[in-house]
Structure formats: structure tokens, C-alpha cells
């Protein structure tokens, strides 16, 4: 069944072209337009430098979750801790034994150094840290109290600490 509007158009919805109306319409939505990105330049939410030196705003770093962004934030953790004063050693993996805890709390009675636990999981991102942690930390102690020292704190392996007490 066909609508009556189909057949015959309705006197007021003739096709009368451009009028008056759409040129206002169309002169107040430019200057709408204008208000706006006055207003975004004037607060610098939008800069018209067409130098081209511009800089770059952010960046995107993409490799978050990764052991080189960890080992970088390792060894940017234990700088800020020696500049705090504080000798800490960090291990990964499972609670130390009752040995461990004991040589723990003689190292830092004798040295100054405590061992902290950095996570039970051992993963490549949190081994990384470690890692880089404990490189930075055994750089001091080393400076502070001999080779021989610093390389028994670390377990004699050098490289991955054994288990050991968190303080």
C-alpha cells in the first residue's frame, strides 16, 4: 500500500533551493567553528607554530614487561637507594631457609646490608631486576668493604644470589 505523500507532494515540502535561512545557518556555524579553535589557542590546547621545529611531545615505550626495561629500572632503583644511604641486597624465589635468615641478620649486623625479597615468582622480568639491583649494590660494597666481602654476600656465585632473609 503507497503512502498519498508518494503520489502528490505536500504544498509545504516543495524544493524551493537556498535560502536566507541556510546562509545564516551556514555563517553561524563558521563562526562557531572560529570561537572555538580562537579559544583552543588562546588556553594552548592547539599551538600554530608552522616552524616545524617542534619537538616531540610523548613517546611510546614498547618494551614495557620486558627484562632490558626491568634491568634499567634495577639499576635505577638501587641508585636511588645508595643515595638514600641504604645497602640492600634483593632476591627472588622461595622464603629462605632458617640458615639464610641467620647469615642474613650477621651480614647486616657486621656489613649494613640487608637482604629484601623482591618477589617469589621468579620470572626474566623480575630476575633482570635483580640482577641489576644487586650488580649496582655490589659495586658499593665492594668500594666499601673489599672484593672478598662483597662477593660472599652475593653467595660466591657472583651473579644470582641465593634465597636469603628479607629484614
Do not use: C
Not at 14 to 27: C, D, E, F, K, S
Amino acid at each position: 500500500m503507497a503512502l498519498f505523500t508518494e503520489y502528490v507532494p505536500p504544498k509545504w515540502h516543495r524544493p524551493r533551493g537556498i535560502r536566507r535561512i541556510h546562509v545564516v545557518a551556514v555563517l553561524f556555524a563558521l563562526a562557531a567553528v572560529s570561537v572555538v579553535l580562537v579559544m583552543f589557542v588562546k588556553f594552548g590546547i592547539v599551538h600554530l607554530d608552522t616552524s616545524g621545529d617542534r619537538l616531540l611531545v610523548a613517546t611510546v615505550d614498547l618494551r614495557l614487561g620486558t627484562p632490558e626495561l626491568a634491568a634499567e629500572r634495577g639499576a635505577a632503583q638501587a641508585r636511588r637507594d645508595l643515595e638514600a644511604g641504604e645497602l640492600k641486597l634483593q632476591t627472588v624465589g622461595p622464603d629462605p631457609t632458617k640458615g639464610e635468615t641467620a647469615r642474613a641478620e650477621r651480614m647486616k649486623q657486621r656489613y649494613g646490608v640487608t637482604w629484601v625479597s623482591k618477589s617469589k615468582e621468579v620470572t626474566p622480568a623480575s630476575t633482570a631486576f635483580v640482577e641489576a639491583y644487586n650488580r649496582v649494590m655490589h659495586a658499593e660494597i665492594e668500594r666499601k668493604h673489599g672484593k672478598v666481602v662483597a662477593d660472599g654476600l652475593l653467595g660466591f656465585d657472583g651473579a644470582k644470589p641465593r634465597p636469603s632473609a628479607s629484614p
